[in-house]
């Protein structure tokens, strides 16, 4: 079953403007992790922030994490052609062993330059 | 030190017939998980290793799905009979798993269409 949701679907932006996805999800969680994925290749680990924190950044990427709201988002600032992707948020569900996360249905970007 | 390797990059097959995905994950993890990725949709889970057993394979919609994994390495994903809603790209990843926190490295997928 999926967890997360992403809005919006799509969003498309020019060069230099902010990016901001949202995700939402069901359960209590030990972290969220947001990835990126290019038009056909695999997923790519961008951050991840833990359930007692509420923001983090990597370079042009901010994180916030709202747990009473069970929601989360991400901007990218300053964005470039190079960002256009799609975004996933995955929940790593407490009291999970296995390290398996859930996807959401991903949030597609596009940067025109 | 490569990434997540995984053969073929697409295979087409007519229906009914058993497909065998391949992962190659990164030397060293000891966690490998299976996803699933319709077209333009989101990751649906479908089996999780740690080392060479497989203590959750909740997501394998049906039994025509299995996997195995040896040498705590190369892990296989067998579709038997295989049906056109099995037509998906099939991910696989691979984590450390030593601690919380560890992020899941993918390799690019297999494409799988059956026609």
């Known amino acids: 079953s999926q967890q997360g949701e992403e809005d919006p679907q799509a969003l498309s932006i020019q ?87 859930i996807f959401g249905q991903g949030t597609e970007l596009s940067v025109k330059p | 030190g490569a990434g997540v390797s995984q053969s073929p990059s697409n295979k087409v097959t007519e229906k009914g017939k058993d497909v065998e995905l391949r992962c190659d994950p990164i030397s060293g993890h000891t966690a490998l998980y299976w996803y699933r990725q319709r077209l333009g949709q989101g990751l649906e889970f479908l089996i999780y290793f740690q080392g060479n057993s497989a203590p959750d394979k909740s997501g394998l919609p049906s039994d025509r799905f299995s996997a195995e994994r040896t040498g705590e390495s190369v892990s296989t994903l067998t579709i038997q009979r295989t049906q056109q809603e099995d037509s998906a790209v099939y991910l696989c990843a691979s984590s450390l798993r030593d601690r919380v926190d560890s992020p899941l490295h993918f390799g690019n997928g297999t494409r799988l269409t059956v026609t």
């Not at chain 1, 990597?58 to 975004?87: C, E, F, H, N, P």
């Open chain 1, 15 to 101: 060069e230099g403007e902010n990016a901001t996805m949202n995700c939402s999800y069901k359960t209590s969680i030990n972290n969220l992790q947001w990835y990126r994925q290019n038009s056909g290749r695999g997923l790519v680990h961008l951050i991840l922030i833990r359930s007692n924190e509420r923001e983090k950044h990597s370079g042009r990427l901010r994180v916030t994490l709202d747990t009473s709201k069970k929601s989360s988002s991400l901007l990218i600032t300053a964005s470039r052609a190079a960002d256009t992707a799609s975004y996933f948020c995955a929940t790593d569900e407490l009291g999970n062993q296995g390290g398996k996360l």
